[in-house]
């Protein structure tokens, strides 16, 4: 049966967070109450993208977007929306030129987007593998199980150019192809959704929105190498990701498409899920293997590779969900579609996390070789609340930072190498003029330094030794010639250590050096944090032309170091002050300042 | 032994660990459980466990101790999170933090006095365009401002 209208309503974690769950509950009843549920479906999907400006409901065929939806504008919704044919103007993305710009394609967020990886999210129903099918889902594996021999899908990669998009950008033709040519009766297939990158969320959001990509990504790979048994390892913080695999698994298996005799093709192939708990080093692909059997997550030197052996010594294919996402679309689409998008060094499109100071937070999927510019200006709106661009970081905990003079090269997997950050995993934090690089510096430090599993000294000893000189300078006690120590420790642990979280820990602070040695220089030298963020090298003072003796300051002052009588001019004690900022926080006059 | 509180396992938790018992690779699942049904994994949990699944204590322990996600203490009534994450540290989750030990005298890691808040650190949530989030009890807030954090656990007081 045909419906007049459709409802799509995200249902991925941000916006399931801020009551999208009740949204649909409630168009649901308004539907029925108003006497429409036969002519409206209504879907909950995966994630749009957009963030920022979550809920998000999108009405088809009319392709209103709606933003920042509630609970209680159901009930509009339907009576205008779908009764009267009225859009609800106020809740349309751009309510000053309502009509011209609610359509999605009007939206700047998604116009350089392009979506390969993320093509079902916002657009069907991830429980309901019928949507996935109704959208070439599973013709990638009947192509695979009946058409193409081994060596045809393994050429096909090679023809796309896929290269993982865990971070390495190792070709995945490559990786099948060693698992493909050992001799074992047991081979394993494994999907890395491990993802513990701050601030990134991209296979999350592949996994909620789109599970039967990966599940049927999967089973190819399983086919071509010859394994019969895979297994997703994902984060137990992602419990909706792990529901909604286990529907489709399940739903998978009744439909013959995952199992024993795989659409009466002979082949068996089954998934389990293995939980992770916690620990961000196995993201790390011998780490992560050893987590699936049930050990401390310690990494392995290399080689052997897993695809040579791999779990329980067996050989094992690992790929990251997004480069799993990528495959049943070359597979229907071929490898030369693919390669044609994108660069000549790294083909097709990258998922980004984009988070931070920026106006548009969200998931945003673009060609290879799009800008930094683009991504951040034409996508992202730009810096929020009109502050100034200072650094986008890249990688995570072992990329770096990229500088307003780099946005314009084009994103690649070689490119960001070359300025000193790396693709990473896909997070991209944006940071603005409030923003200390050298806290920021810290930051991820300190995280690596939590992550790091112990295991060898330059990782477990060197992580240790740069904070402590971080701290140090935010403090007010560096010296220049620390500045000398953290590229040497740096550079050690780079060489030494035995794994990329080791081998990368230091970027970080080797990229904040080189790109913004005067900040460095300013804590070291001038005893002066520029943006105000490390507090014990910070001093509040009030200017006297602004201040109007209102006396709030010294009200709310915990430790009594402001002084003053009323309609007179303030003064703080330096010596009792412990730089609270409470002070700056209440003033209404902006007399207090930073230094 | 005498001395090491006897602890229960649901006749559920037993059935999913003789289930999982002749499975490879199986301790993280039965740990996982373990930790559903109590809330964290005390020492005579992992004493049952190893005896359970016929595995040394030692081993139990070690991988207890080197995952983030296992608690050895039990937690609050409403344990809090507080995202430290990368968007939510720029946009400044730690300050959250600072408040909420103001308002429960509650540092990060601890239980408060009654045992009806615990506080936790962690590393993304996944909702990094509501930054900065926190969650109590599993419910999300997010683009949580100073201001809002006693209105938020009054809800749970």
């Known amino acids: 049966m045909a419906f007049r209208n459709y409802i799509l309503v995200c249902g991925g974690t941000a916006c399931e967070s801020s009551h999208a769950d009740q949204i649909y509950q409630n168009l649901l009843e308004e539907c029925k109450a108003q006497g429409v549920a036969d002519e409206v479906q209504i879907v909950k999907t995966g994630c749009f993208g957009f963030c920022e400006q979550g809920p998000i409901v999108k009405i088809l065929p009319e392709d209103s977007f709606y933003v920042k939806v509630k609970p209680e504008d159901a009930k509009e919704l339907i009576s205008e929306h779908i009764l009267k044919g009225r859009e609800v103007t106020r809740l349309l993305y751009d309510k000053e030129s309502s009509r011209k710009n609610a359509r999605v394609e009007d939206i700047k967020f998604y116009q350089k987007q392009f979506r390969i990886v993320l093509r079902n999210c916002g657009f069907i129903d991830p429980e309901n593998i019928d949507e996935y099918i109704a959208r070439e889902g599973y013709q990638g594996l009947e192509k695979a199980l009946f058409e193409m021999t081994s060596e045809d899908i393994i050429e096909e990669l090679k023809t796309a150019g896929l290269r993982g998009r865990g971070g390495a950008g190792f070709p995945t033709w490559m990786k099948w192809n060693f698992s493909r040519q050992v001799e074992d009766d047991v081979k394993y297939v494994v999907c890395n959704a491990d993802e513990g990158d701050p601030g990134a969320y991209m296979d999350r959001s592949t996994l909620e929105g789109d599970p039967h990509s990966v599940l049927e990504a999967m089973t190819i790979c399983g086919k071509t190498i010859g394994a019969t048994k895979g297994f997703i390892y994902i984060r137990a913080e992602y419990p909706l990701a792990i529901h909604r695999l286990e529907i489709a698994m399940q739903q998978a298996r009744e439909y013959g498409l995952l199992g024993e005799n795989i659409l009466g093709s002979g082949f068996d192939f089954d998934i389990e899920i293995r939980l992770g708990a916690g620990a961000f080093v196995c993201g790390e692909e011998t780490a992560l293997l050893q987590s699936i059997e049930g050990k401390r997550g310690m990494p392995q030197p290399r080689p052997p590779f897993p695809a040579v052996k791999g779990l329980w010594g067996r050989p094992t294919v690992i790929n990251n969900v997004e480069t799993w996402a990528n495959i049943p679309v070359i597979m229907t689409k071929g490898g030369n579609w693919f390669s044609k998008i994108g660069t000549h060094d790294s083909s097709g499109t990258k998922v980004f996390a984009l988070t931070g100071k920026i106006r548009n937070s969200g998931l945003v999927e673009v060609p290879m070789g799009t800008t930094l510019r683009e991504i951040v200006y034409d996508i992202g709106g730009g810096i929020a609340n009109n502050k100034k661009f200072k650094a986008v970081q890249t990688g995570g905990p072992s990329g770096g930072v990229i500088t307003e003079a780099e946005l314009d090269t084009p994103i690649d997997f070689g490119s960001l190498v070359r300025i000193g950050s790396m693709m990473g995993s896909g997070g991209m934090i944006v940071m603005d003029e409030d923003d200390c690089i050298v806290d920021v510096a810290k930051f991820y430090l300190n995280f690596t330094v939590d992550e790091s599993c112990g295991k060898c000294a330059p990782c477990r000893i060197g992580g240790r030794s740069l904070t402590n000189i971080l701290e140090k300078i935010t403090s007010g006690n560096g010296t220049l010639q620390d500045l000398d120590t953290l590229e040497t420790i740096g550079e050690a642990m780079r060489k030494g250590s035995l794994c990329a979280l080791g081998q990368t820990a230091p970027n970080p602070v080797l990229s904040t050096i080189k790109h913004f040695k005067d900040e460095y220089i300013a804590h070291i030298v001038d005893k002066t944090c520029p943006s105000g963020t490390c507090k014990k090298l910070v001093r509040y003072s009030i200017n006297p032309e602004k201040c109007i003796g209102c006396t709030a300051c010294a009200r709310k002052c915990p430790v009594a170091a402001i002084s003053g009588e009323r309609k007179q001019v303030h003064i703080i004690d330096q010596s009792l002050c412990i730089k609270c900022g409470v002070c700056m926080e209440t003033c209404k006059f902006g007399a207090v300042e930073i230094h | ?157």
Request: hydrophobic letters at 45%.
């Open chain 2, 1 to 157: 032994m005498s001395d090491i509180n006897e602890v229960t396992f649901s006749p559920e938790l037993v059935a999913f660990i003789k289930e999982w018992k002749t499975k490879q690779g199986n301790l993280i699942m039965v740990l996982h459980k373990v930790q559903q049904e109590h809330g964290y994994i005390s020492r005579e949990a992992a004493d049952k466990v190893a005896e359970l699944l016929d595995v040394p204590l030692a081993t139990i322990w070690g991988v207890v101790t080197f995952y983030h996600f296992f608690k050895l203490t039990k937690p609050g009534k409403h344990n809090i999170q507080v995202c430290l994450g990368t968007a939510c540290y720029l946009k400044g989750g730690q300050a959250i933090i600072d408040e909420l030990d103001k308002q429960l005298n509650l540092a990060v890691g601890e239980v408060t006095e009654d045992g009806n808040f615990s506080l936790e650190a962690v590393r993304c949530v996944g909702c990094c365009g509501l930054a900065p989030v926190m969650t109590v009890s599993g419910e999300v807030f997010g683009k949580v401002t100073k201001d809002q954090v006693a209105g938020i656990i009054a809800k749970f007081s």
